[in-house]
């Protein structure tokens, strides 16, 4: 690689510390930082560290390491805030700049503008790293201890990476207690209070997963999600949105946008400042079964990275009436329930369920309905097909 190793391992080790999720020193990993950096940059980003700074004390230090003119300062800050290697620390301190988190943060923000050749390289790069090694370890003695440590998880009670929430027709479940995971699964028509909430500054770009299919194989999304399907929320969409990466929604337009994605059967997962769902949302991922790094990647054979927190699960109403038409089989993101058309019956896997609503939302014939379950569920990895 071009830039120094030592000093490129010790940057990401920064970014992980501004998440719950740590990102290994894989060599594409260390690569992605090659294309999206020049070693100037990453001195300089290593002099920020983890610490919050201000816009004058950003300044102040590029001036003291480079001494460029305002011109150059501009241009530089005009880079920091375009490839997102630094945001506000969160909508209510817009003051103070942070280092942004390698994943999930970073990687999405550099990638998520109209498509470039630095872009393209860049997700290229990270999905070698994503899909390579998630696929590829998915093998018998690491399959079982990925297993073991997940379930342990749910045994002892450890946070969740994820929740979901579910809804009952126009009927939403109240929450009792404070979010503590890592993200949120929003189920069909839960997320439209959280676009309420940042109503004056929403944004969307590119999903950098559907992005990655399309520019990898030259196909669409099977359920036929748009590329621009990302939406982000508050300090960070106006950051986005100024520099050209993002575009500005209404609350009209971001309502439509959903409402369009749920039909096609996309699930709503937010992700929160420092991956803690504590703290405020700044994304909305639309994801899908099909395209996404989480659940596309586990479909696929990948290890599983699926711990989430679930308030419902779908329960039978009229069995009878269902048709076979395995539309519940192509939204269900884990892979939880389908037509098994040997068999000529409906399967429900409880186990794998992590309660988006997508099965009864996408159904017609009435079903299935949502029922509370509060539980932790970890999807467990799977022998890969034809292995």
């Known amino acids: 690689m071009g830039l120094p190793e030592k000093k490129v391992k010790q940057l990401l080790g920064m970014m992980n510390a501004m998440s719950t999720v740590k990102i290994p020193e894989h060599k594409a990993v260390l690569e992605c930082f090659d294309l999206a950096m020049d070693e100037q940059m990453l001195d300089y980003l290593l002099k920020v560290g983890t610490e919050p700074h201000t816009v004058p004390q950003l300044e102040a230090l590029y001036h003291e390491m480079y001494h460029g003119d305002i011109e150059a300062w501009e241009a530089w800050w005009t880079e920091l805030m375009a490839m997102c290697f630094v945001h506000p620390r969160n909508n209510d301190d817009r003051v103070n700049y942070i280092l942004a988190p390698f994943f999930p943060g970073w990687i999405e923000m550099s990638v998520g503008g109209p498509l470039n050749p630095k872009r393209e390289a860049i997700l290229r790069k990270f999905f070698e790293f994503w899909e390579g090694s998630l696929i590829e370890s998915n093998t018998m003695p690491i399959r079982f201890l990925t297993n073991l440590r997940g379930v342990k998880k749910v045994k002892d009670g450890v946070p969740a990476r994820m929740k979901t929430l579910a809804i009952r027709g126009e009927r939403e479940i109240t929450l009792n207690q404070p979010l503590e995971s890592r993200q949120e699964v929003y189920p069909t028509g839960s997320v439209f209070a959280l676009l309420e909430e940042y109503k004056d500054e ?130 269900c993101p884990t892979g939880a ?49 034809g292995k």
Do not use: W
């Not at 309660?355 to 467990?380: A, T, W, Y």
């Open 202 to 331: 929403i944004a969307v770009l590119n999903c950098f997963c559907r992005q990655f299919k399309k520019i990898n194989t030259g196909e669409d999304c099977n359920l036929g999600l748009p590329i621009e399907g990302c939406m982000v929320l508050g300090a960070i969409a106006s950051q986005l949105v100024s520099n050209g990466v993002a575009k500005k929604l209404t609350h009209e337009e971001a309502v439509a946008l959903i409402k369009e994605l749920e039909k096609k059967g996309c699930v709503h997962t937010t992700y929160h400042y420092g991956n803690d769902s504590r703290n405020q949302a700044f994304v909305i991922c639309n994801c899908c079964p099909d395209c996404c790094a989480l659940y596309g990647t586990f479909r696929k054979g990948g290890l599983s990275k699926i711990h989430v927190h679930s308030y419902a699960v779908p329960q039978m109403k009229n069995e009878q009436k269902c048709v076979g038409c395995d539309r519940c089989g192509k939204v």
């Open 337 to 385: 329930t389908y037509y098994d058309r040997i068999g000529q019956k409906l399967v429900f896997n409880y186990e794998k369920c992590i309660g988006c609503g997508q099965c009864v939302h996408q159904c017609k014939f009435d079903v299935r309905e949502m029922v509370d379950n509060e539980r932790d569920v970890f999807v467990k990895t799977e022998k890969p097909k």
